[in-house]
């Protein structure tokens, strides 16, 4: 059963326009979520994150909101730039075991 | 500094077959966990080692072993390849034991493919 999902496997967004990635959770008890990046052939690299004490997390063009209420959080890039195209995976900290649980992804295209 | 590394890079066994992955972890990082990458499953947690102890354990089967050593390069190990084990699978280290604070640094991961 999926904790964390990302129900959108790809998304394509004109370079200079907002890409917004959504990725829902469904145990309340989680309360540390972040989100990486991957580039084919390299590991992820942790982009942002945000603790649950907070519904906005900003640094640089990413944003991050999570929206307790809902279970779900959704990352904000503005504006976009080719070099965004990556796979963008979100995750969530169990507080219990404290183990990483990933979503799908979400492959995002930025067109020049 | 240099960066988590994993050996090897590629590696093509064929069913039955048992393989053994290798990572470095940044020099001074103590945890080391393991991830499994398919095609719509994302990353898979598969265990952490922290101090030489497996810390935590994912939903793998028995064959999914791992160690780590008291330089903090651990290994993971599946025996009896079976077809589905064909994935990315990473590594990532971090200074402490995995939580909010302990940022994950991933290796670029081992491609196995099961044939």
């Known amino acids: 059963d999926q904790q964390v999902k990302q129900n959108s496997p790809s998304l394509s967004v004109q370079e200079g326009r907002i890409s917004i990635l959504n990725c829902d959770y469904t145990?309340?008890?989680?309360?540390?979520f972040l989100w990486y990046k991957k580039y084919p052939a390299e590991g992820p690299t942790f982009l942002i994150s945000?603790?649950?004490?907070?519904d906005k997390n900003e640094d640089g063009r990413f944003t991050v909101f999570l929206n307790k209420s809902a279970k779900h959080l959704s990352l904000h890039i503005v504006p976009s730039q080719p070099g965004d195209s990556a796979v963008y995976f979100c995750?969530?900290?169990?507080?219990?075991?404290?183990?990483?649980?990933f979503g799908t992804g979400t492959r995002l295209k930025v067109l020049a | 500094k240099a960066g988590v590394t994993q050996t090897p890079r590629y590696l093509i066994k064929t069913r039955g077959q048992q393989v053994t992955l290798s990572c470095s972890p940044i020099?001074?990082?103590?945890?080391v966990s393991w991830y499994q990458q398919t095609p719509g499953q994302g990353l898979q947690f598969l265990f952490e080692?922290?101090?030489?102890?497996?810390?935590n354990k994912g939903n793998f089967p028995g064959r999914f072993s791992g160690r780590q050593f008291s330089n903090s390069r651990s290994e993971m190990n599946v025996s009896t390849l079976e077809l589905g084990d064909s994935a990315l699978y990473l590594c990532?280290?971090?200074?402490?034991?995995?939580?909010?604070?302990?940022?994950?640094?991933f290796g670029p991961g081992t491609r196995l493919t099961v044939l």
């Open positions: 145990n309340s008890m989680f309360d540390y």
């Open positions: 020099s001074g990082h103590r945890s």
């Open positions: 990532a280290s971090s200074l402490g034991p995995s939580g909010g604070n302990n940022e994950q640094f």
């Open positions: 080692y922290f101090s030489e102890t497996q810390r």
């Open positions: 945000i603790s649950s004490i907070k």
């Open positions: 995750a969530a900290i169990d507080p219990g075991t404290y183990k990483y649980i």
